[in-house]
DNA sequence: CCGTTTTGGTGGGGTGTCAAGCAAAAGCCT
DNA sequence: AGGCTTTTGCTTGACACCCCACCAAAACGG
């Protein structure tokens, strides 16, 4: 309940009756029990204002950790973060996920002991864990639905792998809505609608619609890498169709065109590297890709009118190029109005972007104010 | 509180407490503040199954009524609903909106005198005013921003306007996003997402996602009319641009090209009256504007990933052509993940879902938890 | 006609919140 | 330095709300 208070902006007992109007002695009862919880605690007093000075509280970031992992087609990252999100170990790992759940999961598991002795915590202090998924999710049940790359994960419910493991609540999504809540959350708080675009090796888009994740009736909501470009009827994406962004501008189509230009290169990153490296035809074919991108965010920016797109994997990266190219098309095609206001960025969290976002569905699912009033309850009855 | 178990589905005191949990004490003492506001009634005793047969409660939609204007671009038609949305009286009426807010509320405001004395109710037993409005609006504030065909509107505060008339919530909303609400209400409740749009002289769309109305940053949610179609480069747009679905498949755009072929048609009700009429091209030019329609709807599709398709407007009536083009295009262009489940289907409420949306959402207003407490502690206060 | 069943209504007990008051810890003034 | 003021933290009694248990009413069934 006053657990948002403490997360944010304040503060201190008197403070907190003041933002949220009810009685002091109302307030010290709930922070005597989020004491007792250890999940606040007292940081000292800080200088008076010409009385008592107050008794300072903090959010105790340390009462737990959450494990996160965010897996890629062709790369997976692993992170055990505190319950300010902050990344206390990583690991990345070049790994197929075409390999099945089994394997996966069991490198997975591995990984999370071993980052875990090495911050020296136990599992008794793991509180969550959170997975992406490079695919749709049922994010009810945390189980992939129909997904295009990765063959044999169709419907494994990885809560029921984990939960032989850990008795913690575990929450999976798709890898893109990760990023774009972990941006939301972390520089645009108070934003109602955001647009998060992942270029990488595919291109694909989470929504933030009213503060919330939109993930659509079958958690596939935000596919954005099929839509039909213009005067691309030439190009065949691997999905069927013709003329899709993906096969035009995505990671893959890129390093491919370039390879075909005499430029090695075979992932996005590679490509990513070129431009960074200032090669003139890698730059100029990424500023073509902003261009295509431009055309189809022009469209979802009619459609949804976000405050914000940012703009984050590989390619993201290399924001000047892109966001050129994104910029100069979406102003064009895009109505006045819905465009106005629009913030057009690159993500700030980078490549741990999707870590971060998952890190913080967990503790945003486990601190909820229902959430806490369950654990003091059980606590209660308890005792 | 118990105000929607009243709404919808339940029932009698016994019932609610076993659907609510709550005690049936506590209950029975919320029902009496609810008989003593009027909002309920005892409907008499049902059969027994057994034992004391129950009393059945019914919710009073006849506590008060709703004025309801859903203003076109060149019609409009107004309406007084009970608190069940069911209209009570209407009148149409050519308009043009371009007259301006002062020439235009004044003949709102003496038509729903009117019609209030036709039903026989008075000043008092209004309980709110619902607008529609052909443009994007700032809900929060009632006012229309920058609408494109609403010349003197923009910033003008409708809430404002009616405050010195009446003293009760006036909201203010896009006609589309109304007809969205109206049907989401009425035939969808349990749907999460869904996607309305309106096919008339223009081409827009109302967003259901999570249950709500989304309407983006600046209002302007929605905007599908000027996404630019493949293969129509030909076609000039009146926003400027070339290639606009509006353009191609709007009313007003259909109505040009028959009277290009000879065939006398103004208005997209004149379309939508020969394709009923049987006339052959025009019912190959409206089943043309389906599949032009599903190219962009594939694409909203893939986007938002919503459950139901509802299509309205004066050329939703003639479902059967526009829908057929629709299906044909939308299947075969979107992911199948997201056309799985997909229902694409014509607009229940016809064109009474622009005043019948205003008067859900002003009795959702009305009703919602929060107003109802207020009430109660005010009268209570009063007392 | 009496027990059973289901419902509606009433009173006691418990929990949580509010309001008021008191103690503590500073700063400020004389 | 000492008292006053201010701000904060904490305790106590009162009130409201909700639950539990019991009782009355109204039907059905044997």
């Given at each position: 309940?006053l657990?948002?208070?403490?997360?944010g902006?304040?503060?201190?007992?008197?403070?907190?009756a003041?933002?949220?109007?009810?009685?002091?002695?109302t307030?010290a009862?709930r922070?005597?029990?989020?004491?007792?919880?250890?999940?606040?605690?007292?940081?000292?007093?800080?200088?008076s204002?010409?009385?008592?000075?107050p008794?300072?509280?903090?959010f105790?970031?340390?009462a737990?950790?959450?494990?996160?992992?965010d897996l890629?087609?062709?790369?997976?990252?692993?992170?055990?973060?505190?319950?300010?999100?902050e990344?206390?170990?990583?690991?990345?790992?070049?790994?197929?996920?075409?390999?099945?759940?089994?394997?996966v999961?069991?490198?997975?598991?591995?990984?999370?002991?071993?980052?875990?002795?090495?911050?020296k915590?136990?599992?008794?202090?793991?509180?969550?864990?959170?997975?992406?998924?490079?695919?749709?999710?049922?994010?009810?049940?945390?189980?992939?639905?129909?997904?295009?790359?990765?063959?044999?994960?169709?419907g494994?419910?990885?809560?029921?792998?984990?939960a032989?493991?850990?008795?913690?609540?575990?929450?999976?999504?798709?890898?893109?809505?990760l990023?774009?809540?972990?941006?939301?959350?972390?520089?645009?708080?108070?934003?109602?609608?955001?647009?998060?675009?992942?270029?990488?090796?595919?291109i694909?888009?989470g929504?933030?619609?009213?503060?919330?994740?939109?993930?659509?009736?079958?958690?596939?909501?935000g596919?954005?890498g099929?839509?039909?470009?213009?005067?691309?009827?030439?190009v065949?994406?691997?999905?069927?169709?013709?003329?899709?962004?993906?096969a035009?501008?995505?990671?893959?189509?890129?390093?491919?065109?370039?390879?075909?230009?005499?430029?090695?290169?075979?992932t996005?990153?590679d490509?990513?590297d070129?431009?960074?490296?200032?090669?003139?035809?890698?730059?100029?074919?990424?500023?073509?890709?902003?261009?295509?991108?431009?055309?189809?965010?022009?469209?979802?920016?009619?459609?949804?009118?976000?405050?914000?797109?940012?703009?984050?994997?590989?390619?993201?990266?290399?924001?000047?190029?892109?966001?050129?190219?994104?910029?100069?098309v979406?102003?064009r095609?895009?109505l006045?109005?819905?465009?106005?206001?629009l913030?057009?960025?690159a993500s700030?969290?980078?490549?741990?972007?999707?870590?971060?976002?998952?890190?913080?569905?967990l503790?945003?699912?486990?601190?909820?104010?229902?959430?806490?009033?369950?654990?003091?309850?059980?606590?209660?009855?308890?005792?």
């Open positions: 309940m657990q948002l208070i403490r997360d902006t304040a503060v201190t007992r008197a403070d907190l003041r933002r949220t109007g009810l009685a002091r002695s307030v009862q922070v005597d029990a989020l004491l007792a919880h250890k999940l606040v605690y007292e940081a000292g007093g800080s200088e204002t010409g009385g008592r000075p008794t300072v509280l903090a105790n970031h340390e737990g950790v959450v494990l996160v992992a890629g087609a062709t790369h997976s990252r692993l992170a055990i973060a505190d319950l300010a999100s990344p206390l170990a990583e690991v990345t790992q070049d790994l197929d996920i075409a390999l099945g759940p089994e394997a999961l069991d490198w997975v598991q591995d990984q999370f002991a071993t980052l875990l002795r090495k911050i915590r136990s599992v008794a202090d793991v509180r969550g864990i959170g997975i992406g998924v490079p695919g749709p999710v049922a994010f009810g049940t945390g189980q992939p639905i129909s997904p295009p790359i990765m063959p044999g994960w169709d494994f419910s990885l809560p029921n792998w984990f032989t493991r850990y008795d913690v609540p575990v929450l999976v999504d798709n890898d893109v809505n990023m774009a809540l972990g941006e939301h959350w972390t520089n645009w708080r108070g934003i109602e609608h955001l647009l998060f675009v992942k270029v990488g090796t595919g694909g888009s929504i933030v619609a009213g503060g919330h994740i939109h993930r659509g009736a079958q958690g596939a909501a596919d954005i099929h839509i039909r470009l213009h005067q691309h009827e030439d065949i994406c691997r999905c069927g169709n013709i003329g899709c962004l993906e035009v501008a995505g990671g893959r189509a890129l390093a491919i065109r370039l390879t075909d230009a005499g430029i090695e290169a075979s996005s990153r490509v990513a070129l431009v960074r490296a200032g090669n003139p035809t890698a730059t100029q074919m990424v500023r073509e890709a902003g261009r295509a991108l431009g055309e189809v965010l022009a469209e979802c920016v009619n459609f949804l009118n976000p405050s914000v797109i940012v703009i984050g994997g590989d390619l993201g990266q290399v924001h000047e190029q892109l966001l050129a190219g994104i910029r100069e979406t102003f095609r895009s006045p109005l819905a465009t106005g206001e913030q057009t960025v700030q969290l980078g490549d741990r972007a999707g870590v971060i976002g998952g890190a913080i569905m503790i945003e699912h486990i601190l909820s104010p229902a959430a806490i009033d369950a654990q003091i309850q059980q606590a209660g009855a308890a005792a």
